[in-house]
């Protein structure tokens, strides 16, 4: 998927349309445009706002698949597991692991 396709895909998803996004990031909804169709890329600058107002990664409008889009309590947990130590960080998630086997949500 390029990098345009997901931006259109990430915009579709929350139902807004390409003014809005232009006008919260700072840009003319014409060169928001020319990014979904791959006519342009943004800068460095304007790939950042775009990463924190679809709450995505870097990585992920590029063309990665690194932290795609996820709920606020996905993100809650990622900072919860930041803050913590190697220790508690590897206890938390052995824990979490042995919940999902035991209700057999382990992919």
Same mark, same amino acid.
């Given at each position: 998927?390029?990098?345009? &396709?997901?931006?259109?895909? %990430?915009?579709?998803?929350? $139902?807004? /349309?390409?003014? &809005?996004?232009?006008?919260?990031?700072?840009?003319?909804? /014409?060169?928001?445009?020319?990014?979904?169709?791959?006519?342009?890329?943004?800068?460095?600058?304007? %790939? +950042?706002?775009? /990463?924190?107002?679809? &709450?995505?990664?870097?990585?992920?409008?590029?063309?990665?698949?690194?932290?795609?889009?996820? /709920? $606020?309590?996905?993100? &809650?947990?990622?900072?919860?597991?930041?803050?913590?130590?190697?220790? $508690?960080?590897?206890?938390? +998630?052995?824990? %979490?692991?042995?919940? %999902?086997? $035991?209700?057999?949500?382990?992919?």
């Amino acid at each position: 998927m390029t990098m345009g &396709e997901r931006l259109r895909q %990430l915009r579709l998803q929350r $139902k807004i /349309s390409q003014e &809005e996004v232009a006008r919260t990031i700072g840009i003319t909804r /014409s060169a928001y445009s020319h990014y979904e169709i791959n006519n342009r890329q943004p800068v460095y600058e304007t %790939l +950042i706002k775009l /990463s924190t107002f679809y &709450e995505v990664s870097l990585d992920y409008i590029v063309g990665g698949d690194a932290f795609g889009p996820a /709920s $606020k309590d996905t993100h &809650e947990m990622i900072r919860m597991l930041d803050t913590m130590d190697h220790v $508690k960080r590897k206890n938390t +998630i052995n824990l %979490l692991m042995d919940v %999902l086997k $035991k209700n057999n949500n382990v992919m």
